[in-house]
């Protein structure tokens, strides 16, 4: 049996596998959800739940761009394109392939 990496949740603080987390990083001036942890630089994990998203958003993105080690003034926190990409991250897994088999099938 193997290691499982730990990480912090920064919405709620609580431990959880890194893979049940979603990760958030910096792209250029940006945060964005990186769902396949491929981004450079240090990330940041937010739970699967909602609530976990709006307690890392709350006061302009702080308890985030905190996480990240930037100021607030080094990176764009858009609150509404980090929720439509956390919502896509998040989509059940069942919902995405049933969408995939439909595109084929009416091809």
Known sequence: MGHTPVRRCVGCRGAAAKAALVRLAVAGERIVVDLPARQPGRGAYVCRDRACLEAALRREGKPLVRALRRRT?????DEQAIRQQWSEA???Q???KAVASATRGSS
């Open 73 to 77: 003034g080094q990176v764009t926190v």
């Open 90 to 92: 998040t989509a059940p």
């Open 94 to 96: 069942e919902d995405v």
